[in-house]
């Protein structure tokens, strides 16, 4: 038998401990898992594992028994203590804790590796999609070119919204709220924070090194309109939240943005709550996962998921990267841009955008507004671009701005 202490007794913490006490997945483990104490401060008396809380960390620590340690506390502090200390003592850590991998992966990975314990992390990205898993070990053969997807289902339950339904930004926040798809507090997922985190798990298993998550360039939805969704399906693309990265010279190139997307590209279709990772591999080609990428239960069983590895494997085979990473703003490649602009008068409007852009293509205009697409530009091009039409009509007036994938 091996015993586990589940660290937050929130969504997802109770979710593990329902998951291990159902037992339906024991057989694949080898070897029994039980929960043995739950630490939260709060008390549970009308749940049916009253009995396991616990508030008392160091009984935790001294435990024997325990040889795996379930964080699902979120953020920083006092996580962080408390994964440092279990792997010093010797026990496994489990995590589905996004902001900590992203943060101190590689600190908490070169710990577990000196003590001869696991971290692991799985559900830390996907929720219930595989994907740490599949790149560390089925992807291992490839030199990983580059990942881009829908990481947060919140963002894309919202944008779906927009686009099938034509609420507004907010009706479609206070739908997502209602649903139990939105925080009270949406912060961390419509302001991109959350995709941030994942990708930057994300690129340093793929990179090997461990990148600055809060350097990534990061925007959300929120400055996303019903017009900018209705000139993107006039020219045939969809709105969504993507994270992505790559290697570029030697660095990494990461940002998470709204971009626009064209309806035939695989993560177009990627509706409501639903997830999706591309990753392109060397010799694998196009690679994609998909699923709902949150939830009490779909998360709980990639946390289990990593329990069973531990008690088959123990620390062989763990992911693995170091800290040092490097990040660049240029993708090295060249691309549109969307922007939408006030346009009082249109004619004269159109006449400064050819000035700075050169070829641009008007999409549309009315009610006072110019839509137009790019040439293809470099980022650094883009931005010298976008900084001379701010000086020729004021940077208040460019009321949208998008990159183009195609």
Known sequence: MKYAAVLGFGTVGSGVVEV??????????????AVKAV??????????????????????????????????????????????RALRAGKSVVTSNKELVAKKGAELIKTAREHGVS???????????????PLHNCLAANEIQEIMGI??????????????????????????????????NPAADVEGHDTCRKIAILSALSYGKQIDS????????????????????????????IGRSKKSGGKVYARVSPLLLPKGHPLAGVEDVFNAILVRGSATGDVMF???????????????ADCIDIVKHGPAGAPFWEDGGEL?????????????????????????????????????????????????????AF????????????????????QVME
């Open 290 to 304: 998909y699923g709902k990428g949150a939830g009490k239960l779909p998360t709980a069983s990639a946390v289990v």
């Open 383 to 402: 931005r010298e671009a976008e900084r001379r039409l701010e000086h020729l009509i004021g940077g208040e007036n460019i009321l949208g701005k998008l």
């Open 151 to 184: 990481l947060n289902g919140t963002t894309n339950y919202i944008l779906t919204q927009m686009i099938q339904n034509g609420k507004s930004f907010g009706g479609a926040l206070e739908d997502a709220q209602a649903k139990g798809y939105a925080e009270r």
């Open 20 to 33: 291990i006490s159902g037992g339906s997945f024991q057989s694949k483990a080898g070897e029994d898992i």
């Open 39 to 84: 630490l939260d401060v709060r008390k549970f008396p009308d749940s049916p594992f009253a009995d396991l809380i616990t508030d008392d960390y160091q009984a935790i620590i001294e435990d024997k028994e325990i040889s795996i340690v379930i964080e699902t506390m979120g953020g920083i502090t006092p996580a962080y203590e408390f994964t440092a």
């Open 214 to 241: 809060d350097a990534v360039p990061t925007e959300g939805i929120t400055a996303v309109t019903l017009q900018d969704v209705a000139y993107a399906e006039k020219i045939g693309y969809v709105i969504k939240l």
């Open 119 to 133: 971290y692991l992390f799985e559900a830390s990205v996907g929720g219930g999609i595989p994907i740490i898993r």
């Open 328 to 380: 660049t703003r240029d993708s090295g490649e060249n691309v549109r841009f969307y922007l939408r602009i006030k346009a009082d008068d249109v004619s004269r409007a159109e006449n400064g955008v050819q000035a700075v852009f050169g070829k641009a293509r008007v999409i549309g205009s009315g009610a006072g507004e110019l839509a137009f697409l790019t040439p293809e530009l470099s980022e650094e």
